[in-house]
């Protein structure tokens, strides 16, 4: 179980992967994240989130949608080949606003759909929610 604290059920602080091409976004991002407790790492690209996601244990994937390498879409798909959804929720947080983005979103294995400018308490609720979904299926 997770709280607003950013601790999960073991006593482990939660491991969240950002992935964000736009510097200003990703470093405010992860400061709203660790100031709720989780550590965060932050990659710009698909291809280096994929690796560090292979490589290191992660909770949940804060995911942009327009990298420069590959599309979010992808990489989701590729996350959901690599782990479960209930275990590795995938939060898309994009400027694409319209529901056919949303939809697209959900089919390719997200568990939530954010737009942004996305709220701190918006963005910091949803990962508390993902989060704790994700630790009861794993208990």
């Given at each position: 179980?997770t709280?607003?604290?950013?601790?999960m059920s073991?006593?482990?602080?939660?491991r969240?992967l950002?992935v964000?091409d736009e510097?200003a976004?990703a470093?405010?991002?992860?400061?709203?994240?660790?100031?709720?407790g989780?550590?965060?790492h932050v990659?710009?690209?698909?291809?280096?989130?994929?690796?560090f996601?292979?490589?290191?244990?992660?909770?949940?994937?804060?995911l942009?949608?327009?990298l420069?390498?590959?599309?979010?879409?992808?990489?989701?798909v590729e996350l959901?080949?690599?782990?479960?959804?209930?275990?590795l929720p995938?939060v898309m947080l994009?400027?694409l606003?319209?529901?056919?983005?949303q939809?697209l979103?959900?089919?390719?294995?997200a568990?939530?759909?954010?737009?942004k400018p996305v709220q701190?308490?918006?963005l910091?609720?949803?990962?508390?929610v993902?989060?704790?979904?994700?630790?009861?299926?794993r208990a």
């Amino acid at each position: 179980m997770t709280g607003t604290s950013g601790y999960m059920s073991d006593g482990s602080r939660a491991r969240i992967l950002v992935v964000e091409d736009e510097e200003a976004l990703a470093r405010l991002v992860k400061g709203h994240l660790e100031r709720a407790g989780h550590d965060v790492h932050v990659e710009n690209a698909g291809k280096p989130a994929l690796a560090f996601a292979t490589e290191h244990r992660t909770d949940l994937v804060v995911l942009d949608l327009m990298l420069p390498d590959m599309s979010g879409y992808d990489v989701c798909v590729e996350l959901r080949r690599l782990y479960h959804p209930w275990i590795l929720p995938v939060v898309m947080l994009t400027a694409l606003n319209q529901p056919k983005h949303q939809l697209l979103g959900f089919s390719h294995g997200a568990e939530a759909y954010l737009t942004k400018p996305v709220q701190t308490i918006e963005l910091l609720g949803t990962v508390a929610v993902m989060l704790q979904r994700a630790s009861e299926r794993r208990a």
